[in-house]
């Protein structure tokens, strides 16, 4: 794999509770179509509550698929880039912090590669269990 021709297709989780969330999302789609590459389909965008912690502010969660060229680690990179340029402070370590965001973008799957590293799994370990990934997942997946 590396930078080449070959297209991956990769299936990206959005959420946003801080800010003017739908913007906050229409916002990492326009990047991440910029640095990671094609968005070919998006789901619709659905409310959920916080996961994994207290808030009163609710989440906008939605999956896009982007055909990208990239390897998993570069597509890691760039989102983390993405999140941090759009005010992302902290991202969650080992499960042990979550807290509200402006932005989160998770990689949920990457073609059909597994990936397990300290940093990076594909596929997501935890979106079996988050109706907010797998309801827009099964919209727009295959």
Not at 34 to 56: A, D, H, K, N, Q
Request: glycine share 8%; aromatic share 4%; net charge negative.
């Amino acid at each position: 794999m590396g930078e080449g021709r070959t297209k991956h297709r990769v299936f990206l989780g959005l959420g946003s509770n801080l800010g003017n969330r739908q913007a906050n999302i229409e916002r990492a789609i326009e990047l991440i179509s910029e640095r990671v590459g094609e968005v070919i389909r998006r789901s619709s965008l659905i409310e959920s509550e916080p996961w994994g912690f207290e808030s009163e502010n609710k989440f906008l969660n939605g999956v896009i698929l982007c055909e990208t060229t990239l390897t998993p680690r570069q597509v890691l990179r760039k989102t983390q880039k993405i999140e941090r340029d759009m005010g992302r402070k902290k991202k969650t370590v080992n499960s042990q912090l979550y807290s509200d965001r402006p932005i989160d973008i998770d990689i949920l799957l990457y073609d059909d590669i597994t990936v397990d590293e300290p940093d990076l799994k594909i596929p997501h370990p935890l979106m079996q269990e988050r109706d907010f990934v797998m309801i827009p997942l099964k919209e727009i997946g295959d």
